[in-house]
């Protein structure tokens, strides 16, 4: 008997033309927007419908892949507990349930739990649920907690009685971050407009209904955010663009009073601002784009008072600083990888924190007390779990708290860990993280998983993942490549990969791809690349400009339609990236825009196997950007590789909200690349 074959899903074409700088462009997909449409929902499952069919034969693997990964993680476990005031918080898994439980203990770790906030209760009878905002007032008898039951990363606002354990009756819907006075009943939050951007400070007193509006961002490019000082004297509100800043302030002993003006924006100038002692930190790039560090006095804030603290360096990021009663904790970059550095408040001397591998991940944890020498950090690298460790700032001696346990018979001695060096077409260096199993390796092409994000200044860096074992244990080689648009050399890094210069992040990564080919660590026929959002651009962009580089791609919530989503600033995100990727009513950014677009590049042509995973309710990248670009492909291709679409119907931006459920994302995935690259079991 013949084996049937799906058959794909064919979306009709429905034509739409716009007249943009005197081009007329058609978008036969354009109502798959149509997001209430029974047609568009039919389109969409029905695309779900192929792609099952089409992985059904790997749902052995699938499930294997599942029950290897699942059993690496102790699935009850608890969080390594951080001091903040009278209480000892921390969080915990139990074994069979999708969500985390938030806990805490009055004065000491022996003392019985009180259970704050227990997630799979209040996500009983939900497809979707995540945690937003999780504040406790100061003095640790109020909660003001936010939670998003769709995925399109909609909030509303809770607040609980912690004495009693109940919720008061009002609520406030579209609430991004939140900052508690020391009153310990007046709260500042954020909410956000049609668009989905951060822009109406409010203060509430908790109970009572009425609300005032202390600060309006009218600059749609401009979001806010508000956050405390660990010091907890000083309540900052920040307005921040892509390029430019500004900061007022409010003691936290007054919320009432008046904000004050830190320093008026000035285009292309970012500063951010914490507090300590007598006088404000101030973080700022106004001598140079790698950000210095700088003190101004409580009373005179103005720039003409900053003193230096930290100088600019061209070949160090300085990417912010945690601040203490008497210790200073720098975070910096330098070739690539986070670093931390401690100075003293009340002298010069500057210590870096030694870490035991060169490529690996160095960042703050739960540092709620101001008055201390311990600072809560956590480390990880491609071999090395999660771990937690205490540093003393003055002994300088680091306490291992917690590792990441990995059940099973892991070892990290049987992986190798190396970065190498592409050479772009401009000559640039743009670094490629690697891990391997050793004994796997053998100077021989292997199947290889190449991912980038190269965006918003934002470094890919290095982290630990269990469940990427299942591929390195398979044989398959892991590895990022740092292009330009992210910000792992600095913001130089970031510059040369976004507005006029986005072009070199796509040019970076085929150029990883083809020296990684060269260098034998895999090749055409067994590589395959991966990219969520900004990363699924890239993603789009690369198979556009060389499918024949790649065995397969998997572009995860892909930023695919870049000229119809930047043409319409109705949108979520649109006004405010205009500085990042440039505004296409601009004719010159339009012509460079369209130059790379993928939805706007496809061709007819053979295409590498690919498989494009969105959501319904994704808030950032819309789901028919992605359905339109496999819509698209779909009619242009000519070669018989798979091309499946996969829809989350019940989550939004970042896939499912339950471990488990994302667990099983994670191993359909993989069996994808596995099936690819010709790996069966």
């Not at 798959?32 to 449409?37: A, G, P, T, V």
């Not at 819509?631 to 119907?649: C, E, F, Q």
């Not at 995935?669 to 690259?677: E, H, K, R, S």
Request: with cysteine; glycine share 6%; aromatic share 12%.
């Amino acid at each position: 008997m013949t084996k049937k074959i799906p058959i794909p899903p064919v979306a009709t074409k429905q034509p739409h033309v716009v007249s943009v700088h005197g081009r007329k462009m058609n978008d036969d997909y354009h109502w798959l927007r149509e997001k209430e449409s029974g047609e568009v929902h039919a389109y969409l499952e029905a695309e779900n419908a192929y792609t099952q069919a089409m992985m059904k034969p790997s749902e052995k693997l699938q499930k294997k892949l599942y029950r290897e990964m699942l059993g690496r993680i102790k699935e009850t476990d608890t969080e390594v507990p951080y001091k903040d005031g009278d209480f000892y918080y921390y969080s915990r898994t139990r074994k069979g349930q999708q969500y985390r439980i938030y806990c805490r203990k009055r004065e000491s770790l022996s003392a019985s739990e009180e259970v704050l906030l227990d997630l799979n209760t209040l996500a009983q009878g939900e497809a979707f649920l995540a945690l937003g905002a999780f504040d406790v007032s100061r003095d640790g008898r109020m909660l003001a907690y936010s939670l998003d039951y769709s995925g399109f990363r909609e909030y509303s606002l809770r607040f609980r009685d912690l004495e009693s354990g109940r919720d008061f009756p009002e609520t406030v819907e579209k609430v991004r971050s939140v900052a508690w006075s020391n009153d310990n009943r007046t709260l500042l939050y954020v909410t956000e407009d049609e668009a989905k951007r951060a822009h109406r400070v409010w203060r509430r007193v908790i109970g009572e209904h009425d609300e005032e509006l202390v600060y309006e961002e009218t600059d749609a490019r401009f979001s806010v955010a508000v956050s405390d000082s660990r010091s907890r004297e000083y309540i900052f509100v920040t307005s921040h663009s892509a390029t430019t800043t500004e900061v007022h302030y409010v003691l936290a002993d007054a919320p009432m009073r008046k904000l004050k003006l830190f320093q008026a924006r000035r285009q292309d100038h970012e500063y951010y601002v914490d507090h300590g002692g007598n006088q404000f930190y101030v973080v700022t790039n106004d001598k140079g784009r790698n950000f210095r560090l700088a003190v101004a006095p409580l009373h005179a804030t103005g720039q003409a008072s900053w003193h230096e603290l930290v100088a600019h360096r061209d070949d160090v990021m300085f990417d912010g600083v945690d601040v203490f009663s008497m210790h200073l904790v720098l975070h910096e970059r330098r070739d690539g990888f986070p670093r931390l550095c401690v100075r003293g408040i009340t002298d010069a001397n500057v210590h870096t924190v030694m870490l035991p591998e060169p490529a690996s991940s160095v960042y703050g944890g739960a540092n709620a007390q101001f008055d201390t020498a311990i600072f809560r950090l956590h480390y990880e690298s491609y071999v090395t779990p999660d771990s937690v460790y205490d540093y003393d700032m003055n002994t300088r001696k680091m306490t291992l708290l917690k590792q990441r346990e990995v059940r099973g018979e892991y070892n990290s001695n049987d992986y190798r860990v190396e970065v190498h060096h592409a050479v772009a077409d401009d000559g640039a260096r743009v670094p490629i993280s690697l891990v391997y199993k050793k004994d796997l390796r053998a100077g021989r092409a292997q199947p290889m998983l190449l991912t980038g994000y190269g965006a918003y200044g934002y470094p890919h860096d290095v982290h630990f993942s269990s469940a990427r074992l299942s591929l390195l244990d398979r044989g398959v080689v892991f590895a990022v490549a740092h292009v330009r648009g992210g910000g792992e050399m600095g913001t130089r890094w970031h510059d040369e990969g976004r507005m006029m210069h986005k072009r070199n992040t796509f040019t970076d990564f085929i150029c990883c791809a083809q020296y990684l080919q060269e260098a034998c660590y895999t090749d055409a026929s067994q590589l395959v690349i991966e990219g969520g959002s900004a990363g699924g651009l890239l993603m789009g962009a690369v198979v556009t400009m060389r499918p024949e580089l790649f065995r397969a791609v998997i572009a995860d919530v892909p930023f695919v339609d870049v000229i119809n989503t930047m043409l319409d600033d109705s949108l979520p995100l649109t006004t405010g990236e205009y500085e990042e990727w440039g505004n296409p009513k601009e004719k010159a950014a339009f012509d460079y825009m369209m130059s790379y677009s993928p939805y706007d590049n496809l061709s007819r042509r053979d295409y590498p196997a690919m498989l494009v995973q969105t959501s319904l309710n994704d808030s950032q990248v819309m789901y028919w950007e992605p359905a339109k670009f496999v819509a698209k492909l779909r009619d242009l291709k000519t070669d018989n590789n798979p091309l499946l679409l996969r829809i989350n119907m019940e989550a939004g931006h970042g896939g499912a909200s339950g471990r488990y459920e994302f667990l099983k994302e994670i191993a359909f995935g993989y069996a994808f690349i596995l099936g690819v690259t010709g790996i069966t079991e």
